[in-house]
């Protein structure tokens, strides 16, 4: 039976000397024997009569032009209308002209299926069906009260309700209805993206195996990016409802586009569009695997797609081994490095240096890597700092020789770059370039005009920084390329190179004899 409260509540109206009826979802769903929390009730009473009735209670008065006075009773929220007929829809939604002089039969009328048409009398306690909507319940059959295009006219959202109605109750919409549902759909583009989206969520989580195969066109016309559907899929038992929407857009030509078509709340929208692009990865029992996804994606993400294979069939984690995942780290603050360590090794920017992060999360985790700051950073320059810092010294190198070309100057190069000029070394760390006193002043308004930072000088050694690479020139009173032996072209560059013998021994003086011993193996092979 309905609710006592409730119809206590509306037999205030009858109490008064008004007609006081529970109509729409609340019938239908007694009927079927269905709990129902949406009471709505009509009566004869103007929406100022309806307010006095209820002064007593917390009224809300947001619907009074169209005749709806909501009442809370005990947290519920009862909506009570005035019997009205309407007149001039203006939108496909909403009525030009609301009149308070009808009666129930006239109020029935304007309604849309005949199945929530069906009043209660509160008074006498008993249904009221003026439109055959009991035997359309019986036979379970959606129809519309009345001609179906002029209901459709005059609210479009009606011809997405029929498709829910449908596929909840699994129903067969009459014909006629069905053929103005195929004749009016495009009038669909009259309804706010918000209150479509409401519809097309209801229908996913309500049934949607049931219809979409028959109303295929219609779902083609709000998402004009859908290729096919996958009833096996949507036939899988849950009521998830970002499920059921990666399923329904895990066929699309644009998957960005389809999912704007609509105005789904941006964690839902971005949880779809996490599982249909991840859907590839492999989810499963090796712990390993499941950090790094769960590094990858983040936790919910990884539980989101996790969760959507396990429905549809695909290897997925337990939940032993998930709890174990979280518990060992999933997140950068496990790692020995961070952001700014990694662009300092590689030299990224932005993505990259995510991208980066990840592979070295993956590592460690295999235990293919020590979780050792230093011991990052070496793999990380070894693998990309290396190239990305020669290419800048590279790029430098001729932007300087290009200046001291101009002036008609010499320089040359130091150790680290002429090892690495002869392939002695495969990196030179330094950036010496040697330069006499006279040859320099011609060269430093033109080099300082490039420099990022303002030019040092202490000693003879003048130094700048060019693109992030230092350059510290050395003045030498002698010709330079008396500790030349050798020109290296660089891209039509001619690069001065200076001696094996004059760096060997400034080496053993130094004591540097490690870089003594890949010079003198080097010269052994010449």
């Not at 760096?503 to 003198?520: A, D, P, S, T």
């Amino acid at each position: 039976m309905f609710d006592n409260g409730v119809l206590n509540l509306l037999k205030k109206l009858s109490d008064n000397g008004y007609e006081a009826y529970l109509v729409g979802g609340v019938v239908r769903d007694y009927l079927l024997g269905l709990e129902c929390h949406d009471f709505d009730a009509t009566t004869n009473a103007t929406p100022a009569e309806i307010k006095e009735v209820y002064k007593d209670y917390q009224i809300f008065s947001y619907g009074e032009k169209y005749g709806t006075i909501g009442i809370n009773y005990e947290g519920n929220l009862i909506e009570i209308t005035t019997f009205r007929s309407e007149d001039g829809y203006v939108d496909n939604r909403h009525p030009r002209v609301v009149k308070f002089d009808a009666t129930l039969e006239s109020d029935v009328l304007r309604r849309d299926f005949t199945i929530n048409a069906i009043a209660y009398d509160i008074k006498n306690e008993k249904i009221v069906d003026l439109v055959g909507g009991i035997k359309d319940l019986n036979e379970g059959i959606i129809r519309c009260v009345g001609i179906p295009h002029n209901r459709f006219l005059e609210d479009s959202l009606r011809i997405f309700r029929a498709i829910r109605f449908s596929a909840r109750f699994n129903f067969k919409i009459e014909e006629a209805t069905k053929l103005a549902i195929f004749k009016d759909y495009k009038l669909l583009n009259n309804i706010s993206k918000e209150r479509i989206t409401e519809e097309v969520c209801k229908i996913a989580t309500g049934g949607i195996e049931n219809i979409i195969s028959e109303y295929y066109d219609v779902f083609k016309y709000l998402i004009p990016e859908l290729k096919g559907i996958n009833i096996g899929l949507l036939k899988l038992n849950t009521n998830e409802l970002v499920y059921k929407l990666a399923i329904l857009f895990s066929d699309v030509t644009n998957l960005d586009k389809a999912i704007n078509n609509f105005r789904f709340p941006k964690a839902l929208s971005l949880k779809i569009k996490s599982i249909i692009r991840n859907n590839d990865l492999i989810t499963n029992n090796d712990l390993a695997n499941t950090r790094i996804l769960m590094h990858k994606l983040g936790l919910d993400y990884y539980k989101d797609l996790n969760g959507y294979h396990k429905l549809i069939g695909l290897p997925n984690t337990d939940d032993d081994i998930l709890n174990e995942a979280i518990s060992l780290g999933y997140e950068n603050n496990i790692l020995a490095i961070n952001g700014r360590s990694v662009k300092h090794a590689t030299g990224f920017d932005g993505k990259e240096i995510s991208e980066a992060i990840e592979e070295v999360f993956s590592e460690v985790v295999k235990g293919n890597l020590d979780n050792e700051k230093e011991v990052i950073k070496d793999y990380l320059f070894n693998k990309y700092g290396k190239a990305n810092y020669l290419k800048k010294k590279l790029a430098v190198i001729k932007l300087v020789n290009s200046i001291v070309s101009k002036h008609n100057a010499t320089i040359s190069i130091g150790a680290g770059a002429m090892m690495y000029f002869r392939g002695i070394v495969d990196y030179f760390g330094d950036y010496d370039l040697s330069i006499s006193k006279d040859d320099y002043e011609k060269i430093k308004d033109d080099l300082a005009k490039i420099s990022t930072t303002p030019n040092l000088k202490w000693g003879y050694i003048y130094n700048f920084k060019i693109d992030g690479v230092e350059i510290d020139l050395v003045i030498k009173e002698d010709n330079v390329l008396n500790i030349c032996d050798l020109e290296y072209n660089l891209d039509n560059d001619v690069l001065h190179l200076e001696s094996l013998e004059y760096w060997y021994n400034r080496y053993y003086q130094l004591e540097r004899f490690h870089k003594c011993e890949l010079i003198k193996k080097y010269m052994g092979g010449k």
